[in-house]
Nanobody
Framework: QVQLVESGGGLVQPGGSLRLSCVAS????????IGWFRQAPGKEREGVSY????????YYADSVKDRFTISRDNAKNTVYLQMNMLKPEDTAVYYC??????????????????WGQGTQVTVSS
């Protein structure tokens, strides 16, 4: 069965860093792009970052640009989201998701069909 599992969330103070991991099983990751999304309490799910099948193209939401970095290691079937200079407004459940290569609409959650369970990120003093 195709599965994605996120890990690496936790509690961090403002200005701190976390690295999230998304591990895929049941399919060969190098054929699929990966998106990271987040959902804060009472808010809609929003796109955070995207990486193409070979990692040559990345995309970031304006709210995280220059603070977050997405990368992938296809040999390990893993995609990472390095989050630096975290802010309280980054607090959310973070999800990774995948789809067949689409070519556009990189951060629109409705275009993704396979999702992980989410990992909680809390940024607070």
């Amino acid at each position: 069965q195709v599965q994605l599992v996120e890990s690496g969330g936790g509690l961090v103070q403002p200005g701190g860093s976390l690295r999230l991991s998304c591990v895929a099983s049941g399919f060969t990751l190098d054929y699929y792009p990966i998106g990271w999304f987040r959902q804060a309490p009472g808010k809609e799910r929003e796109g955070v970052s995207y990486i193409s099948t070979r990692g040559g193209r990345t995309y970031y939401a304006d709210s995280v640009k220059d603070r977050f970095t997405i990368s992938r290691d296809n040999a390990k079937n893993t995609v990472y989201l390095q989050m630096n200079m975290l802010k309280p407004e980054d607090t959310a459940v973070y999800y990774c998701a995948t789809r067949r290569p689409h070519g556009s609409r990189w951060l629109e959650p409705e275009t993704y069909d396979t999702w992980g369970q989410g990992t909680q990120v809390t940024v607070s003093s």
